[in-house]
């Protein structure tokens, strides 16, 4: 009787770390097909499957324009307030990423203090070359300690920014720099801090922020007030 009494806590514990093997993965997990092409929901047929927020394509109809996107080394315009402008390559750009979990992005900094802002991709490590250009770049830790972690890079070298920590790449040459990002999903995601904060739509109540940052009320205002520019 003591065994069979057992039984149930031991189930319950199978169980639970069966349920929290099957959360720890559900990221991009590896696909069991060669490629599932998302559809837009325009073009969907009652016949599609739904793999990773996206519809498949019957890989029959699968072409190559589905797994190519051109015009990459083009200079993009960085006359913005932050002087960068980030060229997204992921799954909305090429449909063929789909379940694939990789994604890229080019980025172009202005000279004198081009800024990607500081920002998180809450499903993707990030791997950065630079490929021209000076780059002053850096992430922050979790919680409680906050360490900050930078380093001046030059053409050629790499950094690896981890999922979800808040990151910042900074021109500090007097040149254009351009750099390459890969990311570890299909579709990373990006949280602009300031612009999470201080521009979201409807806006965090005033006596929030205040409380939080430990300011006047009137300088979290005038932040709210200001047009938070998205890169991207």
């Not at 997204?88 to 694939?100: D, H, M, R, S």
């Not at 300690?145 to 021109?171: A, C, E, W």
């Not at 720099?177 to 005033?206: C, D, H, M, R």
Request: contains cysteine.
């Amino acid at each position: 009787m003591m065994k069979g009494a057992h039984f149930p806590t031991a189930a319950a514990f199978a169980l639970l770390a069966l349920a929290t093997f099957h959360l720890v993965s559900a990221s991009d997990p590896s696909p069991l097909q060669d490629f599932c092409v998302a559809l837009n929901t325009t073009q969907t047929a009652v016949s599609a499957v739904f793999v990773n927020g996206k519809f498949c394509k019957d890989p029959k109809m699968a072409t190559a324009d589905d797994f190519f996107f051109p015009g990459l080394q083009i200079p993009r315009n960085t006359s913005n307030p932050v002087g960068s402008n980030v060229t997204a390559v992921n799954v909305e750009q090429i449909a063929g990423l789909n379940t694939l979990g990789i994604s890229l992005a080019r980025i172009d900094y202005a000279p004198n203090g081009g800024l990607n802002p500081p920002h998180t991709h809450p499903r993707a490590s990030e791997i950065l070359v630079v490929l021209e250009g000076t780059l002053y770049v850096g992430f922050v830790t979790s919680n409680p300690d906050n360490r900050l972690i930078t380093k001046v890079l030059y053409k050629g070298d790499v950094f690896v920014f981890p999922v979800g920590l808040i990151h910042f790449q900074f021109n500090i040459g007097k040149v254009n720099a351009v750099a390459i990002a890969g990311l570890s999903s299909q579709n990373p995601g990006v949280i602009t801090i300031a612009n999470a904060v201080f521009g979201s739509n409807p806006p965090i109540n005033p006596d929030v922020l205040t409380k939080a940052f430990q300011v006047d009320n009137n300088v979290v205002q005038y932040l709210q007030k200001q047009f938070w520019y998205d890169n991207n």
